[in-house]
């Protein structure tokens, strides 16, 4: 009887550690983890080796962006299907619910991929016979990657001829009244991206192949001059065929329309139209309202908030103090993190984390905080106009701060970097920011729910930034549905939100003229809505504590939220998964 108590003991024991085993595998893999590791590798591989090469201050070439050539295209065409086609094989109903959802985003990843390089396709084939030199030019580069021996003379004479057809292309396009702007904007990009090519080639060859060194310099150098004036010719050419209304912002975007927000929402798995997600921001903008107006009247200023707000932000500390503050409030967000059992820091997260100054010329795009592994502080310069200063100052100040040092760090964007490199780091591919912002947002929705601002300038601080979230679903959403001029955008900042006018026309310029995608700054309030509404359903109902959510939700690392939350609930997925997730109530 003891043996078999003892094998009956033993029996569980292994059991329990396979089941711990079988736990931890999947904190880092699935069952499709290679499929994706692999896809991206090979889609990187073609797109180096296909690229042109040419030296950048190291000592040797490294690939350098451009558009696909023809033949680059057709071989990332067929890596796609090729992986498609590897799908296909995977048994879907007998995998985990982790490599299901790899499976899906995979699938959506190769989808969108392909239906880019379509796009791509038909437009290169439209502006095609404004570069009829491109093909040429490109079997040349050809030769080049595998180090063909050629002929110095005959890739000179090549080259001459080449520049005719580059110069009567040139007259030729000046009789053209008009190209539409994207078709344009594709030829100019078709023309840069030949021109560095034939760069790339010419640097390959030129100094080791002495006929090449003797011959081709002179016809190179008039064909490269000659490329780099018709991308402009063809780059002047384009009209303007969009909805953005003229104003005096000086601000240019490209407002793209209803249908390709809504293909975009549907990538991003958000199962809500633009309006309906304008309707969202009004509801949440309203609550805001309510909030704000009993912080005023709190500090005296009745109905008047912004009399309230403007005290607020008079309170900013003297220059050279700005970074005393952020350790001050990262301190605080910290200790009430930890005394409330919300999250525990990692040792070296908490640690690691550094401080930058931004410069003043990254403040006109960029008027507040930045953050990743580190902080980047925007505070006044010595060399900034006095009236800049003091903007810089007044939106800066440590009530505003209080919720975007968090928002930066930990448990915010440091975190998410330290956590990202140590799980599941593959998913990399399936990054969304309403994953990325969306859980440095939920952080802000969180701490105010549990009482983190206690004095109304406290509230009003993380306010300005709640309402500036809503602000950026209806300002950008209306901008690309065609509705608003960026004029509009400012003044709306500056009315409903608060912000120094010079700070409301840097986030619109970030908005429509930087580098971010359309759906970028309704991401924010979104995703942190959505871990909000994934927050009720899981600790709020007794099935997670805190710790255990917010740890799960990094080990999933950056993905749509929707499929976080399948995830998470084991939620029964089909390969042929649509979004439809409503996570949030109008009522």
């Keep these: 009887m003891r043996h078999l108590t003892l094998l009956i003991l033993l029996a569980s024991s292994t059991f329990a550690q396979a089941q711990k085993s079988k736990f931890n595998l999947y904190e880092q893999t699935s069952e499709v983890a290679g499929l994706v590791i692999h896809y991206q590798q090979d889609i990187n591989a073609v797109s180096s080796f296909y690229a042109p090469q040419l030296v950048k201050g190291r000592g040797f ?69 404004y570069i009829p030199f491109a093909d040429k030019i490109y079997e040349l580069e050809k030769s080049r990657r595998r180090g063909n021996n050629v002929d110095g003379q005959k890739v000179a004479g090549e080259l001459n001829d080449l520049l005719k057809i580059v110069k009567q292309s040139s007259e030729d396009i000046k009789k053209v009244e008009s190209i539409d702007m994207p078709l344009a904007n594709r030829g100019e990009e078709a023309v840069n991206g030949i021109e560095i090519r034939l760069k790339a080639t010419y640097e390959f060859y030129n100094g080791y192949d002495p006929l090449f060194s003797w011959w081709v310099p002179k016809p190179y150098q008039g064909l490269d001059s ?19 209304k003229d104003d005096k912002s000086g601000i240019k975007g490209k407002p793209i329309g209803r249908d390709e927000l809504i293909r975009q929402l549907n990538v ?9 997600l304008i309707e969202l921001a009004n509801k949440e903008f309203a609550w805001c309202d309510k909030e704000l107006l009993k912080a005023t009247q709190e500090m005296g200023f009745g109905t008047d908030w ?64 930045l953050g990743g592994r580190d902080i ?61 912002e969306g859980w440095a947002l939920y952080w802000e929705l969180l701490l105010y729910e549990k009482g983190f601002a206690k004095t109304p300038e406290e509230r009003i601080g993380m306010l300005f930034w709640r309402m500036h979230r809503c602000a950026r679903i209806i300002f950008s959403l209306n901008y690309h549905l065609g509705k608003w001029t960026p004029q509009e955008c400012i003044d709306f900042l500056v009315d409903r939100v608060g912000h120094e006018r010079a700070n409301a026309e840097g986030e619109v310029r970030r908005s429509f003229e930087g580098n971010y995608g359309p759906l970028y700054q309704i991401a924010y309030l979104i995703g942190g809505l959505q871990i909000y509404s994934l927050k009720k359903e899981l600790v709020e109902s007794g099935k997670m504590t805190y710790q255990q959510f917010h740890d799960a939700i990094m080990k999933e690392n950056n993905m749509p939220i929707e499929m976080v939350r399948a995830t998470l609930i084991n939620q029964p997925l089909k390969p042929d998964f649509k979004t439809k997730w409503k996570f949030y109530t109008f009522k």
């Design 61 to 129: 070439a490294s690939p350098q962006p451009a558009l696909n050539s023809p033949e680059q295209r057709k071989r990332l065409t067929e890596v796609d299907k090729s992986y498609l086609e590897k799908l296909s094989k995977v048994d879907f109903s007998a995998m985990s619910i982790y490599g299901k959802v790899d499976y899906i985003l995979l699938k959506r990843n190769i989808d969108d991929h392909q239906l880019s390089l379509s796009q791509e396709e038909k437009e290169y084939g439209q502006i095609l016979k």
């Design 226 to 244: 000659a490329l780099i004036s018709y991308a402009k010719v063809i780059k002047s050419k384009g009209k303007l065929n969009t909805t953005q």
């Design 268 to 276: 991003e798995m958000i199962s809500y139209t633009p309006e309906e």
């Design 306 to 369: 912004k009399k309230a707000q403007e005290q607020v932000k008079n309170s900013y500390v003297p220059a050279g103090q700005q970074p005393q503050l952020i350790m001050k409030l990262y301190n605080d967000a910290k200790d009430f993190i930890t005394k409330n059992n919300l999250y525990t820091y990692p040792e070296i997260a908490d640690e690691t984390w550094g401080m930058q100054m931004m410069s003043p010329e990254r403040q006109l795009v960029n008027p507040f905080f």
């Design 376 to 436: 980047i502080i925007s505070y006044p310069t010595n060399t900034m106009a006095h009236e800049d200063k003091l903007m810089s100052m007044r939106g800066n100040n440590p009530y505003f701060s209080r919720s975007t040092v968090h928002h930066e760090l930990v448990p915010g964007h440091h975190l998410q970097y330290y956590m990202r490199s140590r799980y599941k780091s593959y998913r990399d591919e399936f990054g969304t920011p309403f994953w990325t």
